[in-house]
């Protein structure tokens, strides 16, 4: 075999890695190089193959059940396991954190790797170390805290340290900002600086084309399973990234459309909501909002502030105690005391956590598609499956839900069209009132292209749109108007003509609601 040429600054090359399964080619001869002590960006839509190409890496996929060759550190490697790639210096940081939420943080840094002596564990050595380890990525914590008392960043900050307690060389981080507020992830990049400045080398997977810019060294782009291109960020712009990832300029991130307004649907008044189990604690204080058909409305506001606790209130009260204030649809007032009575006026509400509370992930398309529909289903107690499956297969082709059948799990689809289900889901209970509660959270460029057309689409047929997003850019793409909210309290209501990040931001970070809104 032909040995690798590989430079003193090389760490890592794949080379014509090829990955298959069953009806599908996911990579197909993608190649990378990784300068050692670097920051390495990959970027690429959802179903690209960015994760695939990780899994081959660490050994999640083992050798043998791929094509091609990895070469790290000047010799090529054939990782059997994920232990094994360990072993080498390499590890994986998965989206979905692998920390036991019942055990301790020193517990789940050396899960595996207990510090034992003559078969017990030593409580002294493990509670030291981990104490270091938390230092060094910056916690303050005590080693003795279980993981489920601590946030989300925190615990992506625990993954790190357990990660050198391996004494990593290559650490990989799939999507490690998805679930982070703005001040959590500006930490974990300050992180990645620091591992950079100790010649810890890091390939780093993500959609925020802003964080690959601030922090990454180089970038390559896979689109359909194939290596496009690696370029220098120092000098290329997103907009160049984007091309590279969809293959096309997108000259416009945000679809144009004709904004036509009709009477007003929705109106929110005096709302008021108490903490669910500390029910002196008011989490929203006398809001109001309104919505009109064909409106895109946006919620601003930083982590904490109260935007997913609003809109899961007004949703059925599935979010709170002691809630008071009006809900009216069309001037008159109704009752939203349930999911059910919620939906039944017309409103529905696509939760942030698409995993976790808003798709079945073992069922397939068509189940979750009918799920908050059935009685449109029933012939006599009982759900016509042909008519069902007519339903679904019309969202998979009008959504362009990348999936052979409607018949296909719906976990095993990227974030994008798993979106695209939620949306679909909503869209055929036929609501007036549609609240999006961050719609493209974790997916790419091209696909959110499609969510916002989407959105455009629904607003056109008159139905009334109300966005929760933590992007301003976003939220500025794509509303006509932007309430801000900050601890609870609605802050101000911006027409989108006088709405910039900056406007928003100092609404944002008011302590209490103003005595008026902007004028519109």
Same mark, same amino acid.
Not at 24 to 38: N, Q
């Given at each position: 075999?032909?040995?690798?040429? &590989?430079?003193?600054?090389?760490?890592?090359?794949?080379?014509?890695?090829?990955?298959?399964?069953?009806?599908?080619?996911?990579?197909?001869?993608?190649?990378?190089?990784?300068?050692?002590?670097?920051?390495?960006?990959?970027?690429?839509?959802?179903?690209?193959?960015?994760?695939?190409?990780?899994?081959?890496?660490? !050994?999640?996929?083992?050798?043998?059940?791929?094509?091609?060759?990895?070469?790290?550190?000047?010799?090529?490697?054939?990782?059997?396991?994920?232990?094994?790639?360990?072993?080498?210096?390499?590890?994986?940081?998965?989206?979905?954190?692998?920390?036991?939420?019942?055990?301790?943080?020193?517990?789940?840094?050396?899960?595996?790797?207990?510090?034992?002596?003559?078969?017990?564990?030593?409580?002294? &050595?493990?509670?030291?170390?981990?104490?270091?380890?938390?230092?060094?990525?910056?916690?303050?914590?005590?080693?003795?805290?279980?993981?489920?008392?601590?946030?989300?960043?925190?615990?992506? /900050?625990?993954?790190?340290?357990?990660? /050198?307690?391996?004494?990593?060389? /290559?650490?990989?981080?799939?999507?490690?900002?998805?679930?982070?507020?703005?001040?959590?992830?500006?930490?974990?990049?300050?992180?990645?600086?620091?591992?950079?400045?100790?010649? +810890?080398?890091?390939?780093?997977?993500?959609?925020?084309?802003?964080? +690959?810019?601030?922090?990454?060294?180089?970038?390559?782009?896979?689109?359909?399973?194939?290596?496009?291109?690696?370029?220098?960020?120092?000098?290329?712009?997103?907009?160049?990234?984007?091309?590279?990832?969809?293959?096309?300029?997108?000259?416009?991130?945000?679809?144009?459309?004709?904004?036509?307004?009709?009477?007003?649907?929705?109106?929110?008044?005096?709302?008021?909501?108490?903490?669910?189990?500390?029910?002196?604690?008011?989490?929203?204080?006398?809001?109001?909002?309104?919505?009109?058909?064909?409106?895109?409305?946006?919620?601003?506001?930083?982590?904490?502030?109260?935007?997913?606790?609003?809109?899961?209130?007004?949703?059925?009260?599935?979010?709170?105690?002691?809630?008071?204030?009006?809900?009216?649809?069309?001037?008159?007032?109704?009752?939203?005391? $349930?999911?059910?009575?919620?939906?039944?006026?017309?409103?529905?509400?696509?939760?942030?956590?698409?995993?976790?509370? !808003?798709?079945?992930?073992?069922?397939?398309?068509?189940?979750?598609?009918?799920? @908050?529909?059935?009685?449109?289903?029933?012939?006599?107690?009982?759900?016509?499956?042909?008519?069902?499956?007519?339903?679904?297969?019309?969202?998979?082709?009008?959504?362009?839900?990348?999936?052979?059948? &409607? @018949?296909?799990?719906?976990?095993?689809?990227?974030?994008?069209?798993?979106?695209?289900?939620?949306?679909?889901?909503?869209?055929?209970?036929?609501?007036?009132?549609?609240?999006?509660?961050?719609?493209?959270?974790?997916?790419?460029?091209? @696909?959110?292209?499609?969510?916002?057309?989407?959105?455009? @689409?629904?607003?056109?047929?008159?139905?009334?749109?109300?966005? +929760?997003?933590?992007?301003?850019?976003?939220?500025?793409?794509?509303?006509?108007?932007?309430? $801000?909210?900050?601890?609870?309290?609605?802050?101000?209501?911006?027409?989108?003509?006088?709405? $910039?990040?900056?406007? /928003?931001?100092?609404?944002?970070?008011?302590?209490?609601?103003?005595?008026?809104?902007?004028?519109?």
């Amino acid at each position: 075999m032909e040995q690798p040429v &590989v430079t003193e600054d090389t760490v890592l090359e794949m080379i014509g890695i090829t990955k298959t399964f069953p009806g599908v080619r996911a990579l197909s001869d993608v190649s990378i190089d990784v300068r050692r002590g670097s920051v390495h960006a990959i970027c690429g839509e959802n179903g690209a193959g960015k994760s695939t190409l990780m899994k081959v890496l660490s !050994g999640v996929y083992p050798h043998g059940s791929y094509e091609g060759r990895i070469v790290f550190e000047g010799a090529e490697v054939a990782f059997r396991d994920i232990n094994d790639s360990e072993r080498s210096g390499v590890v994986i940081i998965h989206q979905e954190l692998a920390l036991s939420p019942y055990l301790s943080i020193a517990e789940n840094i050396f899960l595996g790797n207990e510090q034992s002596r003559g078969g017990w564990i030593n409580w002294d &050595v493990t509670n030291a170390k981990a104490s270091q380890l938390l230092k060094r990525v910056g916690l303050n914590d005590n080693p003795a805290t279980r993981v489920n008392e601590i946030g989300v960043g925190k615990q992506q /900050l625990v993954e790190i340290a357990k990660a /050198l307690s391996k004494e990593v060389k /290559l650490l990989i981080l799939d999507e490690p900002t998805a679930a982070l507020n703005d001040e959590d992830s500006a930490h974990l990049l300050d992180l990645l600086r620091n591992l950079r400045s100790e010649g +810890i080398t890091c390939i780093i997977i993500s959609h925020k084309l802003n964080e +690959i810019k601030a922090i990454a060294d180089e970038v390559t782009i896979i689109r359909d399973g194939r290596t496009i291109e690696t370029l220098q960020t120092s000098g290329v712009t997103e907009d160049r990234i984007i091309k590279g990832m969809v293959g096309r300029d997108l000259e416009h991130r945000y679809p144009d459309r004709d904004v036509e307004l009709g009477e007003e649907v929705l109106r929110i008044s005096d709302w008021t909501v108490h903490h669910p189990t500390e029910s002196d604690r008011v989490v929203i204080h006398s809001a109001n909002l309104h919505v009109r058909a064909g409106e895109v409305v946006g919620i601003a506001g930083l982590m904490g502030a109260g935007r997913t606790e609003l809109a899961m209130s007004v949703f059925g009260q599935s979010y709170g105690s002691r809630i008071s204030g009006t809900v009216a649809m069309h001037g008159r007032p109704v009752k939203v005391r $349930t999911v059910s009575e919620a939906i039944k006026h017309g409103i529905a509400y696509a939760t942030e956590d698409r995993k976790r509370y !808003g798709l079945n992930l073992i069922e397939d398309i068509k189940r979750n598609i009918s799920s @908050a529909s059935l009685r449109k289903l029933a012939r006599f107690g009982w759900v016509d499956g042909e008519e069902e499956q007519t339903v679904a297969e019309g969202y998979r082709r009008s959504m362009n839900i990348k999936a052979p059948s &409607v @018949a296909a799990i719906t976990g095993k689809l990227s974030g994008g069209n798993q979106q695209k289900v939620v949306l679909s889901k909503w869209m055929y209970s036929d609501p007036e009132v549609l609240i999006l509660d961050e719609p493209t959270r974790g997916i790419d460029v091209g @696909a959110k292209y499609e969510i916002y057309t989407i959105i455009n @689409a629904l607003a056109a047929e008159g139905k009334a749109i109300v966005v +929760i997003s933590s992007e301003l850019p976003e939220l500025l793409g794509i509303c006509d108007r932007i309430y $801000t909210l900050s601890e609870g309290h609605i802050t101000a209501e911006v027409p989108i003509e006088q709405a $910039t990040p900056e406007v /928003l931001m100092q609404y944002m970070t008011k302590e209490k609601e103003p005595d008026h809104v902007l004028d519109h």
